[in-house]
């Protein structure tokens, strides 16, 4: 949720703002390993700016005659990033001067640690980062943003010092295929000029395996499928340019029957049913079959089904196999979901986040009681060091308050779903090293709590604006479903008024092409420039979700609806937008109309009362009644 920009932060505020100690020093510039690092050449190369967003100003500056200029729209934090060869295991640190953009200006390394201080709103402010490389890391991406909607931000004297690396490699040869089979396909290529340290493959964009070798194999492919590869080398310098591109099918191809059908998924259920679709099958297509296990549940021509006297609150795991005169195609990936009217917290995600860490937490029975609230998000599952989950990085997995928390919900004939990451802290998805990593963490939390739901909510840029973060969540998820039949898998992401930003749309799009299975899409509309009026803004916003959604999928409107959530913020936000009692009370009533899938807000904590006190971490900032907000959500109906 956006409060731990300030709020959250105020917890370890000494921390942050001695991590950005204002310095009057000129900044060391003896071994500093980025170029055009005041931007005295009058242009932005080599940095790189999202939205094309930078620009080279001379006035204000630091010093010299030239500055950098990030204009953060409400959709585009103007992140400008460079990527230099650094050393394994080395110290460095990393250093700029900013100002603007109301204080919020970001100094970090991707996959890392960022930095900030309010002070920057008016005066020149040196950030100053110290961080390590890992074991085996060869490059660092470094960076400085402002954020969304708060105005244009300027840096200068940009520093990393530390001891530099190598030159990029040359282009590798074009992929030449070898042996094929039905599930692998054999390339090798010519070697790179300069110096390489390994080679990537890529399917499209997607990275299918990294070798230091001149051939690879590509397995776990399915028989008769289509595939088109390049490569590229890499050190610590960065990556080279791709290779031409090497088009290969797979063995097992039957004369006449058609290929196997695709992207197989759950798209919606009731308490009777279960609703699939996929993707139409190559060759000449009579029509599908829907199997469970080895059973024929639906027969139909087109490409989605709805199997239906099933019992509430159910399980149950199908696939997909197309077929013709000739036979029948291989079966399709599986996919799980459940039918609704599950009792114990109910089916329906109307779960308010509550926090153990601040906010004077209050008795979640006496909420419970007071509102008829059934369902809670419990906030935040960090890492505890590494691939180890600990709420909040400091309160033990089990037989703490959090534990007691949820023991008091589920006694009370509730329950909950576990939040992991949020916007700041120690996450496990930047710490774990893969995907199955990252599953086997999430897997001890379901596990300790017996979850039906889990939330990952992705912000800030050690995993939302980090795309192999992103992935490495994605996939971890996909994990989670298969050994988890019937889990609810939510992500959690910012918005702009308009909808996704393309950080989310990213997340969403790289779901589909993954086939991630995610249950619920919530996006969180605040601090995203609401103006006044925050229901319309909610209401705009979670449009252009639902939008995004189909698009990706395939989905008619009521299906995105099925797979859209809403996560606001009550009263006060960290931009002052004020969601009242009045807007609420109609977002939740456009999301019972439309049927979404989870209505949530941040925070508990915050549902009290307190007229005019503003951004507060125990109540609302605004005249309310305690737990208004609460007795709202227990009127969302999905």
């Given at each position: 949720m956006g409060i731990?920009?300030?709020?959250?932060?105020?917890?370890?505020?000494?921390?942050?703002?001695?991590?950005?100690?204002?310095?009057?020093?000129?900044?060391?510039?003896?071994?500093?390993?980025?170029?055009?690092?005041?931007?005295?050449?009058?242009?932005?190369?080599?940095?790189?700016?999202?939205?094309?967003?930078?620009?080279?100003?001379?006035?204000p500056v630091h010093t010299g005659t030239k500055a950098l200029a990030g204009a953060a729209s409400a959709s585009d934090n103007a992140k400008?990033?460079?990527?230099?060869?650094?050393?394994?295991?080395?110290?460095?640190?990393?250093?700029?001067?900013?100002?603007?953009?109301?204080?919020?200006?970001?100094?970090?390394?991707?996959?890392?640690?960022?930095?900030?201080?309010?002070?920057?709103?008016?005066?020149?402010?040196q950030l100053s980062l110290p961080f390590t490389s890992a074991a085996g890391q060869t490059s660092a991406q470094v960076y400085v943003n402002g954020w969304y909607g708060t105005g244009t931000y300027y840096a200068d004297d940009i520093s990393l010092d530390g001891p530099g690396?190598?030159?990029?490699?040359?282009?590798?040869?074009?992929?030449?295929?070898?042996?094929?089979?039905?599930?692998?396909?054999?390339?090798?290529?010519?070697?790179?000029?300069?110096?390489?340290?390994?080679?990537?493959?890529?399917?499209?964009?997607?990275?299918?395996?990294?070798?230091?070798?001149?051939?690879?194999?590509?397995?776990?492919?399915?028989?008769?499928?289509?595939?088109?590869?390049?490569?590229?080398?890499?050190?610590?310098?960065?990556?080279?340019?791709?290779?031409?591109?090497?088009?290969?099918?797979?063995?097992?191809?039957?004369?006449?029957?058609?290929?196997?059908?695709?992207?197989?998924?759950?798209?919606?259920?009731?308490?009777?049913?279960?609703?699939?679709?996929?993707?139409?099958?190559?060759?000449?297509?009579?029509?599908?079959?829907?199997?469970?296990?080895?059973?024929v549940r639906a027969t139909v021509t087109g490409t989605s089904a709805t199997i239906t006297g099933i019992a509430s609150c159910t399980s149950k795991t199908y696939t997909v196999a197309a077929y013709n005169g000739t036979g029948e195609s291989a079966k399709s990936a599986a996919a799980t979901g459940s039918t609704t009217g599950c009792t114990g917290g109910g089916g329906v995600m109307g779960a308010p986040y509550y926090y153990n860490g601040w906010g004077s937490p209050p008795n979640i029975t006496t909420v419970m009681n007071a509102t008829g609230i059934k369902q809670f998000t419990m906030a935040f599952m960090l890492s505890g060091g590494g691939c180890v989950p600990m709420w909040d990085s400091s309160r033990p997995l089990t037989g703490g308050v959090d534990q007691a928390t949820i023991n008091a919900v589920r006694a009370a004939g509730g329950d909950v779903e576990i939040s992991f990451g949020g916007w700041q802290g120690n996450k496990l998805g930047p710490n774990c090293s893969s995907a199955a990593a990252l599953a086997a963490a999430y897997q001890q939390v379901i596990s300790a709590y017996n979850l039906k739901y889990i939330d990952i909510d992705i912000e800030n840029t050690d995993e939302f604006e980090n795309e192999a973060v992103q992935d490495r969540i994605l996939g971890a998820l996909k994990i989670v479903k298969q050994?988890?039949?019937?889990?609810?898998?939510?992500?959690?992401?910012?918005?702009?008024?308009?909808?996704p930003s393309y950080y989310g749309t990213r997340l969403i799009n790289q779901a589909a092409a993954l086939g991630a299975n995610i249950d619920v899409f919530t996006i969180m509309p605040f601090d995203f420039s609401g103006g006044t009026d925050m229901y319309a803004s909610t209401v705009s916003a979670a449009t252009g979700l639902k939008n995004a959604i189909k698009t990706a999928f395939g989905y008619t409107d009521a299906q995105a609806y099925a797979h859209l959530g809403i996560s606001g913020m009550n009263g006060y936000s960290d931009q002052s937008?004020?969601?009242?009692?009045?807007?609420?009370?109609?977002?939740?009533?456009?999301?019972?109309?439309?049927?979404?899938?989870?209505?949530?807000?941040?925070?508990?904590?915050?549902?009290?009362?307190?007229?005019?006190?503003?951004?507060?971490?125990?109540?609302?900032?605004?005249?309310?009644?305690?737990?208004?907000?609460?007795?709202?959500?227990?009127?969302?109906?999905?």
């Open positions: 731990r920009k300030r709020i959250t932060a105020l917890v370890g505020a000494t921390a942050l703002v001695a991590a950005a100690v204002m310095l009057t020093s000129a900044p060391a510039q003896a071994a500093n390993l980025l170029a055009n690092p005041g931007f005295e050449t009058g242009s932005v190369s080599p940095w790189s700016c999202t939205g094309n967003l930078g620009s080279v100003v001379s006035t400008c990033t460079q990527t230099v060869a650094v050393q394994p295991s080395t110290a460095y640190t990393l250093t700029a001067w900013v100002r603007g953009g109301g204080g919020y200006v970001y100094l970090g390394v991707t996959g890392g640690s960022s930095t900030w201080n309010p002070s920057a709103a008016s005066n020149w402010v690396g190598t030159g990029v490699p040359g282009t590798p040869g074009t992929p030449s295929v070898g042996t094929i089979t039905n599930t692998s396909i054999a390339l090798s290529w010519g070697a790179s000029s300069g110096t390489v340290t390994g080679y990537r493959v890529y399917e499209g964009t997607t990275l299918k395996t990294t070798v230091t070798g001149t051939s690879a194999t590509i397995t776990g492919l399915t028989a008769c499928t289509a595939h088109t590869y390049t490569v590229a080398a890499y050190n610590g310098s960065g990556e080279s340019p791709k290779s031409g591109g090497a088009t290969a099918t797979t063995t097992g191809c039957t004369a006449g029957v058609p290929g196997t059908p695709g992207n197989f998924q759950v798209t919606g259920s009731t308490t009777s049913s279960i609703s699939v679709s996929w993707s139409a099958s190559s060759g000449t297509v009579t029509g599908y079959r829907v199997y469970e296990g080895t059973t050994n988890n039949p019937g889990i609810k898998t939510i992500v959690t992401f910012g918005t702009t008024t308009s909808g937008e004020i969601t009242t009692l009045a807007h609420w009370t109609s977002i939740r009533n456009w999301a019972n109309t439309n049927h979404i899938a989870r209505l949530a807000f941040w925070s508990v904590n915050r549902d009290r009362g307190c007229a005019g006190g503003g951004l507060q971490e125990s109540c609302s900032g605004i005249a309310q009644a305690d737990w208004a907000f609460t007795s709202i959500t227990a009127g969302f109906t999905g």
